[in-house]
C-alpha cells in the first residue's frame, strides 16, 4: 500500500450517489411506519379503556343494591324477631365451644407453657 497516499487529490466529492429526493422519501416513509402504529395504539387503547369503563359501570349497576332493596320493612315484625335471633359467632368461639373439657384443658396447658406467649421484656 502507498503510504504517502494524499487526500488532498480526491478533493471533497463522495463517490456515491443517491436520488434528489431520497432523504425526503426516507423520511417519509419512516414516520409513516412509526407514527402511523402509534395512531392506531392510541385508538386501540381507546378503545379498550372506553369498553373496560362501560363493562364497570353496567356491573355496578347490575350488582348495586336498590333503594327499595336497602329499606327494612317496618310491616314486618317477624322478619326483625327473626334477624335478632340470629347469631353470628366468630368461627375460633364455634371452634372452641365444639371441643371436650381434655382437650380444653390441655390447650390451657401448651398456651401456659408457651415460651413465645409469656415471654417477659426485660
Request: glycine share 2%; proline share 5%; no cysteine.
Given at each position: 500500500?502507498?503510504?504517502?497516499?494524499?487526500?488532498?487529490h480526491?478533493?471533497?466529492?463522495?463517490?456515491?450517489?443517491?436520488?434528489?429526493?431520497?432523504?425526503?422519501?426516507?423520511?417519509r416513509?419512516?414516520?409513516e411506519?412509526?407514527v402511523?402504529?402509534?395512531q392506531?395504539?392510541?385508538?386501540?387503547?381507546?378503545?379498550?379503556s372506553?369498553t373496560?369503563?362501560?363493562?364497570a359501570?353496567?356491573t355496578?349497576?347490575?350488582?348495586?343494591?336498590?333503594?327499595?332493596?336497602?329499606?327494612?320493612?317496618?310491616?314486618?315484625?317477624?322478619?326483625?324477631?327473626?334477624?335478632?335471633?340470629?347469631?353470628?359467632?366468630?368461627?375460633?368461639?364455634?371452634w372452641?365451644?365444639?371441643?371436650?373439657?381434655?382437650?380444653?384443658?390441655?390447650?390451657?396447658?401448651?398456651?401456659?407453657?408457651?415460651?413465645?406467649?409469656?415471654?417477659?421484656?426485660?
Open positions: 500500500m502507498n503510504k504517502d497516499f494524499d487526500f488532498d480526491i478533493g471533497k466529492q463522495t463517490p456515491y450517489r443517491t436520488p434528489d429526493d431520497f432523504f425526503e422519501q426516507t423520511q416513509k419512516i414516520l411506519q412509526t402511523g402504529k402509534q392506531r395504539k392510541r385508538k386501540l387503547n381507546l378503545i379498550v372506553a373496560i369503563a362501560m363493562a359501570v353496567l355496578g349497576l347490575l350488582f348495586a343494591p336498590s333503594a327499595e332493596q336497602t329499606q327494612p320493612d317496618a310491616a314486618a315484625p317477624s322478619q326483625m324477631l327473626a334477624i335478632e335471633t340470629k347469631t353470628t359467632a366468630d368461627p375460633a368461639d364455634k372452641i365451644n365444639e371441643l371436650s373439657d381434655e382437650e380444653l384443658e390441655e390447650l390451657v396447658n401448651f398456651s401456659e407453657n408457651d415460651l413465645f406467649i409469656n415471654q417477659t421484656i426485660n
